[in-house]
């Protein structure tokens, strides 16, 4: 979470966006407030909930169109009773599938890609990381300060989410490094080139 403007915001912990209108039930967020010495707002009840995947079903027709399907495809079938289709791309592949990478720990992980970063800003080229937490985007964004390395950093902090477009569109600039939280930039086209 954040305090902003006198006001306790959760911050999702996977997408790293800020829920305002979201508060956390069971008296914790009143907890939370009381901890951050904030003025303690009444709790609300939930009346009723349903998980996404009963809410779909609840459709007598529906279907949907990702470039991720296919790996959940046993998903698919087992919960909404839908088959997965592939359609061909328009064009030959031209991706370069690179071998995996497996690290005894997340800091050699995290060296490992610093290390990767700096020869490839040496080269002038953009990098955009993506990171799964704030916690992440700020080890990475440590190692690569230790390096020398200038780049932008774009988590849920205030001070990020107001430029978070901008950031993100000059993130295929040149000699530009971007560490962002997953959440970052949805819908805003990087400039290739800045």
């Known amino acids: 979470y954040i305090v902003k403007d006198n006001e306790v915001i959760i911050v999702d912990e996977f997408t790293g966006r800020v829920m305002a209108e979201r508060r956390w039930g069971e008296g914790l967020h009143q907890a939370v407030e009381a901890k951050e010495n904030v003025p303690i707002k009444k709790g609300s009840e939930t009346l009723g909930s349903i998980t996404y995947q009963n ?3 609840t459709y007598p027709k529906f279907a949907g169109m990702t ?5 959940e495809e046993a998903e698919f079938e ?6 997965v289709m592939v359609v061909p791309t328009a ?35 953009p990098i955009l990381i993506g990171t799964t937490s704030i916690e992440n985007s700020e080890i990475i964004s440590t190692l690569l300060y230790d390096l020398k390395i200038n780049h932008r950093l774009l988590n849920a902090k205030p001070e990020n989410i107001k430029r978070e477009s901008e950031i993100i569109a000059q993130a295929g600039s040149k000699y530009a490094v971007t560490v962002a939280t997953n959440m970052a930039g949805r819908g805003t086209d990087i400039l290739l080139g800045g």
């Open 55 to 57: 809410f779909f079903l």
């Open 67 to 71: 470039g991720t399907a296919k790996t």
């Open 78 to 83: 087992a919960i909404y009773k839908k088959n």
């Open 91 to 125: 064009q030959k592949m031209q991706r370069d599938d690179l071998p995996d990478y497996v690290f005894k720990d997340k800091f050699i992980k995290w060296r490992a890609i610093a290390k990767q970063v700096e020869e490839l800003y040496k080269r002038g080229q």
